[in-house]
């Protein structure tokens, strides 16, 4: 069971919970490397050890590409007295590990005792450097509590790891691992090792350094096979510590810099303190643990800004995983991008700019599928070529080229910056082309449909004139109106708002309720009872018999009167919750979340808080059983982010407006802070039994 107190997350036992979970959980990240908390003194085989880097994609086969697993830079194992903690005869009578929210310090405090009862306390600790990208750290301190001895620490760079690429298909498992790394060459002297390793194309190039110091003791070379390695003995008196540390580069020149664990952890963790100023929610409950939680999923997000690159952005599960190759999807624009626009404007900009760097990309998708303008790619890595090949998904959930252009115009909302404007034009305009060739027009009824699409629910299968896309896709068309600046043709124009006034979408006036998509009313109602706890149903039952039931996967409507809430009238909304919350079976991490702020926004105190309390522990209690083998569901901790400050606080921050509150606090909330951008300018929110106030910092500008 994983604790929550204070700034820290925690688990006892070894092996007492799922490895993977764990392993999961305990990842460090900057946004530049990401390293999942396995460990080959644990028996963790070479495609668990993983360390991914922010667009380090590489072809697995023609056109598709996975992102690359790097040499293991936390490589360990370790002697003591003659036995190996962990993997030879004697068990661990201590066994915590703890991740400190404030530095993102990973600590594990163990005491082995081996077969003779000889005990010894041993403390690794390690963190992933938020001042300087380049730079990771690992040490060991070995204390023998009740005997003399010898200790045994191998220390190396492993690039002997390997990728175990996950089907696109959630039901299939893989176990057929992929080696991506060459091996150019290493070195190891006294004190260093290093390794410079390509990936199968060359288009990853990692040039990995570490420095090795320890206690008084000896030292030799301990290479293996794509390892260079340095095998330490250091002498063990009762009661006395020692200690081996690792300071390690990835692609900085040099190498590692002077400076050992605890400055370089300080550094770190001042780097850390500015994030958390500018993130942090100070949430007074009931609740002991929920502050904690929220602080986790915040820690989170902040490990996932990419490290100032605008050339890459965030996949579905950050660096924690290699879960859908690594891809980049709709959950950057519409989930993680507002967390991003309100605490770190300058990562919000990056995020767009990768929109508006892959547009060329996104020209050729759509040429590619025989249509104009510009189409954004299901999924994305190494620039924006689409990287999905199925027809019902890749083809068909279109609704990804209006995220992106929604996301964008969201973006120059919240934070005033219109330096971007001219590049946005343009995306809007190439998009809005996409959606003039894409739609149907039927001459008998004069009508414009949106024919063969799927829209965020993807229980619904392929129908046509899903609700979420067409409006979604009439915004796009009007923000290219309100953009265009040459180039574009008055008749060119005029079908643009002949779309947006003709496009169809299902509405039924006497219940005003909008109707997801046309088949929708045609299909079978779905026995509710057949669903087995937080299990997604589709682990048991085929998408081919889903889509014939009246049951959604995730929010599809309900989300689209969090986008556009000017659209729908408040009896619309309702109906839209009343109608389509019974059939939500949130078999997907986007779905509760976006629940959680919907209920929040409509007054529905009870249902909000439900559905926070599960978007905010998806993670942290594996609430679908696929976090240690998915890594983080990232789309999820915007959700509850989102929730936090749009549903219960109610922040709204117009364009060239003054932002404002309308809080809605769950019972049991007794306070909440926090801080946030709006408009170029830095303001502080409180809610308190007295009241609410938003103030402006004016000596922290963005």
Request: aromatic letters at 10%; a negative charge; glycine letters at 8%.
């Amino acid at each position: 069971m994983v604790k929550y107190g204070g700034w820290s997350i925690s688990a006892s036992g070894y092996r007492a919970h799922a490895p993977q979970h764990l392993e999961s959980l305990f990842c460090q990240s900057n946004g530049y490397i990401g390293s999942r908390a396995a460990f080959l003194q644990d028996g963790a085989p070479p495609y668990e050890r993983c360390t991914f880097m922010a667009g380090g994609f590489d072809y697995i086969s023609p056109g598709i590409t996975d992102i690359v697993n790097l040499p293991d830079p936390f490589h360990l194992t370790l002697t003591v007295a003659g036995s190996m903690p962990g993997r030879s005869g004697g068990s661990y009578t201590r066994f915590d590990q703890r991740l400190d929210l404030k530095n993102g310090l990973y600590t594990r405090d163990a005491v082995w005792t081996d077969e003779r009862g000889c005990e010894t306390a041993i403390k690794i600790s390690r963190f992933i450097s938020m001042a300087n990208k380049h730079l990771a750290a690992l040490r060991v301190e070995l204390t023998a509590l009740n005997h003399d001895g010898e200790a045994a620490l191998l220390m190396g760079l492993d690039a002997g790891v390997l990728n175990l690429p996950v089907h696109d298909d959630q039901t299939l498992v893989n176990d057929q691992t992929v080696k991506m790394l060459n091996y150019a060459g290493g070195t190891s002297e006294r004190g260093s090792c290093g390794l410079t390793v390509r990936s199968r194309t060359g288009r990853v190039k990692i040039d990995m350094r570490c420095r090795i110091t320890h206690s008084d003791g000896e030292q030799e070379d301990g290479s293996g096979a794509d390892c260079p390695a340095r095998r330490l003995t250091v002498k063990l008196k009762r009661n006395q510590t020692v200690y081996a540390e690792k300071i390690i580069s990835v692609n900085l020149p040099g190498g590692p810099p002077p400076g050992g664990f605890a400055p370089l952890l300080e550094e770190s963790g001042s780097a850390w303190a500015l994030r958390w100023k500018n993130a942090d929610i100070e949430v007074e409950s009931d609740d002991p643990g929920l502050q904690t939680a929220l602080r986790y999923n915040l820690f989170q997000l902040m490990q996932s800004r990419p490290f100032g690159d605008p050339d890459v952005s965030i996949g579905a599960r950050g660096l924690t995983h290699a879960r859908y190759k690594g891809c980049y999807f709709w959950d950057t624009d519409i989930f993680l991008q507002p967390f991003f626009a309100y605490t770190d404007p300058a990562a919000a900009r990056d995020l767009v700019r990768f929109r508006l760097s892959t547009l060329p990309d996104a020209r050729e998708n759509a040429k590619a599928l025989n249509l104009d303008g510009a189409r954004y790619a299901w999924m994305c890595a190494a620039g924006g070529r689409e990287q999905c090949h199925t027809w019902d998904i890749g083809r068909s959930e279109v609704h990804i080229t209006a995220d992106v252009a929604y996301a964008a115009d969201e973006y120059a909302r919240v934070t005033g910056d219109e330096s971007l404007r001219g590049e946005m034009s343009r995306l809007f305009v190439e998009t809005a082309r996409y959606w003039a060739s894409r739609f149907s027009y039927d001459k008998s009824k004069d009508v414009y449909n949106l024919l063969f699409v799927k829209g965020p629910d993807e229980y619904c299968g392929v129908s046509s004139n899903n609700a979420y896309t067409v409006m979604l896709a009439r915004h796009n068309l009007k923000l290219a109106l309100g953009a265009a600046e040459g180039g574009v043709s008055p008749d060119e124009a005029a079908k643009w708002r002949e779309i947006i006034e003709k496009s169809h979408v299902g509405y039924d006036a006497e219940r005003e309720l909008y109707i997801q998509d046309d088949d929708f009313p045609r299909l079978e109602p779905f026995d509710f009872m057949s669903k087995d706890g937080d299990a997604p149903i589709y682990r048991k039952m085929d998408y081919d018999r889903l889509q014939r039931y009246r049951v959604l996967k995730q929010a599809d409507l309900v989300l689209l009167i969090l986008l556009l809430p000017d659209t729908f009238t408040e009896s619309q909304k309702h109906a839209i919750w009343d109608y389509y919350e019974p059939i939500t079976l949130h078999d997907s991490s986007l779905s509760h979340g976006i629940h959680a702020w919907a209920a929040a926004v409509l007054g529905k105190r009870d249902k909000a808080y439900y559905y926070f309390k599960k978007s905010l522990l998806l993670d942290l209690e594996n609430i679908m059983g696929n976090t240690g083998t998915e890594g983080i569901n990232m789309a999820a901790l915007g959700a509850s982010w989102q929730t936090a400050v749009f549903g219960f606080a109610g922040l709204s921050a117009g364009s060239g407006g003054e932002p404002s509150l309308s809080p809605r606090l769950p019972d049991g909330w007794r306070s909440m802070r926090f801080a946030f951008y709006a408009n170029g300018k830095r303001y502080r929110a409180e809610i308190t039994p007295e009241g609410c106030s938003v103030k402006e910092n004016r000596e922290e500008k963005s």
